[in-house]
């Protein structure tokens, strides 16, 4: 189709974790594929092949000289799905070349997860598992006065972005009222999810399950404190997805050693959790490490949704997989992930 | 609104577990309520109450001469839901009273929990939290290497009575291709439901994830066998919610054992379990012990399903929200109750 | 299968219009069919053949002497989908004796027209086709002075049988708040299908779009007058989708006239509707000669069912698809269909 | 919240017409509103404002040298939602100013009229009606002899942008197979929506009811023809909503007057249609006054869409609800609106 050169630069993942062999060869046809999988390709190279290049799958650092260079670079997918600030993503803009990450990719398996987790927490599936391994199971209504019905709970989440809205239909059959905190929206879009726009005040005392999915930003970190878990109701479910850092990880212990609330957590403060950690040994707490969103489909989703954005820009075609790196947004959000990994 | 004695003989259950008080307020509303919760109603009791009785809610004994003298019986709402022999159903049809039980109260509490359990067996997660605990965990990639995707796997239900299909209804957002053995439902009603009819070894051999619903008649104890286990998939996931009796138990454990499958158990052929029980310390099983049916909300909507009915019958109507005692199907069934507990 | 008789005895309907070629084979298996399509099957005919029956399927009359003699019968299916008091239904039930209709048939095809009927009115699609065709059309904003938006406007359904499930079902994408008013019913029904009950009144004065599905018994004739449509807001749809004679017919002709409503109606006091009759001529009318059940697929659907159920009763199973004659509604309910034809 | 102004040129809209009461109070506390409705602001004043403008609701000439005076500029919603040549797009992204329109605001309705004007073909309905007019209609099975369900029909939809994708939803409950033709989308998308991708060729000769909501390019004017309409299975229902120039209009006219296909029809080579257009007398067709977007609710919804966005732009966060100008698309699309009005 195209003449040009894709530069290939996935580190610290690699084409045949992102791709399978039907994605892989589409991706083939787009042009001719420079890939340099066991190190970054160095700038030696990347300078060498700007000129021709069409599109860059990675990470690689690109200041504005370099794009004044790289006349035939149409876009940059980000595969590692977190933008960095090796771009100057302002230059790209006026350029016309699209910079992108698919890290939407991510979003079902993490909501998928979260709603598994939450009927845990609700009904007790892994305490209970727990208990019968040390014989201290109980039958019938007497294993059931700690739980709840997930059905028909209130629940809030904190972030409506792919990821919430992903939760938000897999949670539809439960018929849930569901309060959304997410202030980067206007309450038009959170209507139209069948969600009600909430105070993050309202959202946590009236809210029998709280799923976080928040990004982190300069502004937001720790924002979920001792005063918002005291805001909860008396066993609630606080499902903690995305990002650790929005959170005062030791107000939420805090919370859950008391048996205020139960917890479910995905992300920690430091990964991996020391060995000593009390966490380990918390009643009410249901421990994930990091896990939900890194399953092989994921990345095999990243690749696919990679590609098809490629082909289309190369068509001349405006992408609609990928998110677009937005600079105004881009400058909010601190050197971490955005999405969820 | 009615003159008649409503005769309350519950256990084992009470009128506190199974009505709030509204539910309550409504049912006193029916007639001059006569209760026994500490003790079944005595034969006395009942003889001299009958002939005056409009409704009984329990599972009193009402052989062909007791109904002779109960004039003006025109329902019994079996509130333990379990149609036992020591009613003359055939009596009742012929004198058009109504036998009803509001067994499918529990099919919600269990469908969730079974959403719960297939997802906790599909991404590890209960299994992942015993890991965190002892030290072991895994993080992102290579927490997943034995993990599937529940959005999208093949589904096989074995039983599609109330439980089943609250069950699809939970989990169309994950689009499965869902499958249904139920040898005593035709196809249209199958594929009413959006599912594929299938014969049980087609079933077996093409689903990732297998729900076990089917009630236990004369025919059909045991009939999940090391045959039917050995034609799942390697590292499926078998639901065993109702009945024991169905499946051959060890060998359930043994394909579980060798790794074949993975399962969740709600249901034991011995309750409780003994202390010994190997099954406490097996890996690739989920334990729950018999937990997901017995939940306040659930006996409560026993209540209000009963009353519900109780005000139709009473104003000549047919009930709406309870099953019919049918004879014919009533034979098919053994001792043990019909519906989950 | 079985070497009983099957007695089909199907007018005013026959078997080539209510079975597909695979249905008929499948009939075929069940026993030796007997069949009189031409006439009505003789006395002599039936009494000769009863004592071999297992089945009937057609509106046989079936006096409790006749029952006496027909002790192989198990089932009788009415193929015409109006329960007639040719039957002495209290004698089958003692019997154990299947008295069903596959009346459900009729519901989703009126379903469909229904809602393509109030998207009619609200958006004037059918009085709109009818300006062009006089060049009285007028464009955009202009052509919208008297239209609303079917999508969430509060609609009410006055019956919520079969055929107002299924409607519900089919407007659900809307997001319609929907009240039911339906005195046979207990509320726990009507919410679990996402609807508020409602009074009649209530019903009448805050909806949009009215649909009427009710059955009509020897109390509610006439019952929606000129009372009931002074209640309604201006301008609101009003679809009479099943029976003519819950509405005071004149009544409602005059809130149409008038402008206070618009109106669809399917069902009318005399069919055909008189060469002369008025309604021909309104506006503010969309008119339908009792024509959105009768389908070619709704007849098929008819011996699907009937089918189906047959298979299981000569199996031992309850019927599935069907719905039975209650001996106790039956006699509410006039002689004129219960179902919609 | 701001110290800008707001220029407001919004002809042909007005303010009244595009926000209710509420939206305008929101605009109103977003800066300082200078508005210009009798008449497009002059040049003069556009020129004086400009300097301290932040946000533009209009289609105003935006040159570069006038975007070079705007130093404040941060978003021109183009309420007439349709882009225009008379911005310079590609000096906008340079400068970071979003140019929007909430051309999507159309969708809904147009969408909602489409199902229903496909319920129509299917079932006959405005055919019916008019039949009933001249006392020429048919009752019950004898009226169906040409109709359709359209529950269950094989559906095709080209173009599958915000009207596609609402339809798409809004059917279903009827559970249509729906293939999609649309060369600027992947079939990942696709995909997403529970539909098939399939080349135009295919969805034709499989659709038993065609949708049409193209937008129209320099490429694919008249790319549905008499070989198009031929290839279309006898009696299928063909429904052209957007835009008359993706079709051979005489063509279609063809395959509907000798009964090959039905079709519904809202937009026009030349509007009005001129008195004595034969159109005006065809059987087969259903008309409609390019009035299916235009409603009161539709225009409402721009303005809401556009206040919403504004306030998101003005607190520095990415707008939700308007579709971006894509200048490499922009120029692919001809000077008549894309969106339907």
């Known amino acids: 189709m195209s003449e040009g050169i894709i530069l290939v630069d996935p580190l610290p993942r690699t084409l045949d974790l992102i791709m399978e062999p039907d994605v892989r060869a589409r991706l083939e046809k787009l042009g001719r594929l420079v890939i340099s999988e066991d190190a970054p390709m160095s700038d030696a190279e990347v300078d060498d092949l700007l000129p021709e290049t069409v599109l860059i799958f990675g990470q690689t650092a690109l200041p504005r000289e370099r794009l004044d260079r790289a006349r035939k670079l149409k876009g940059v997918i980000n595969v590692e799905t977190n933008f960095l600030p090796n771009i100057d993503y302002q230059a790209c803009q006026e350029r016309g070349i699209w910079v992108l990450t698919p890290g939407s990719a991510f ?6 997860a979260a709603i598994g987790m939450a009927i845990d927490l609700a009904r007790g599936i892994t305490a209970a ?6 014989g201290a199971e109980q039958y019938g209504l007497a294993a059931n006065t700690e ?26 059959p ?6 959304v905190f997410d202030p980067w929206l206007p309450d038009e879009i959170i209507e139209r999810h069948d969600c009600q726009p909430a ?4 959202l946590l005392s009236t809210s029998q399950v709280v799923f976080v999915f928040a990004a982190v930003t300069g502004e937001n970190q720790g924002f979920l404190g001792s005063r918002e878990f005291a805001l909860m109701k008396k066993g609630a479910a606080f499902l903690l997805m995305s990002r650790a850092a929005v959170v005062d990880f030791p107000a939420m212990l805090d919370a859950v050693r008391s048996g205020h609330i139960r917890a479910a957590v995905d992300v920690f403060p430091e990964e991996p959790v020391p060995a000593d950690d009390p966490v380990r040994k918390m009643e009410g707490l249901l421990l994930s490490a990091h896990r939900t969103g890194g399953t092989v489909d994921a990345l095999f989703s990243i690749g696919r949704m990679a590609v098809a954005d490629a082909e289309l820009i190369l068509r001349g075609l405006p992408p609609q997989l ?4 937005d600079p105004a947004l881009a400058s909010r959000l ?8």
Do not use: M, Q, W
């Open 107 to 112: 979003a079902a398996p993490v909501a998928e």
């Open 129 to 134: 598992d727990r208990d019968f391994r040390t």
């Open 147 to 172: 739980t709840f019905r997930f059905h028909g709970a209130p629940v809030g989440i904190i972030g409506l972005g792919d990821l919430g809205k992903t939760l938000r239909d897999y949670i539809r």
């Open 174 to 179: 439960f018929r849930n009222k569901v309060k």
């Open 199 to 202: 105070s993050l005040d309202e």
């Open 322 to 325: 990928c998110r677009r790196a």
């Open 334 to 341: 601190r050197s971490k992930p955005v999405s969820v990994t």
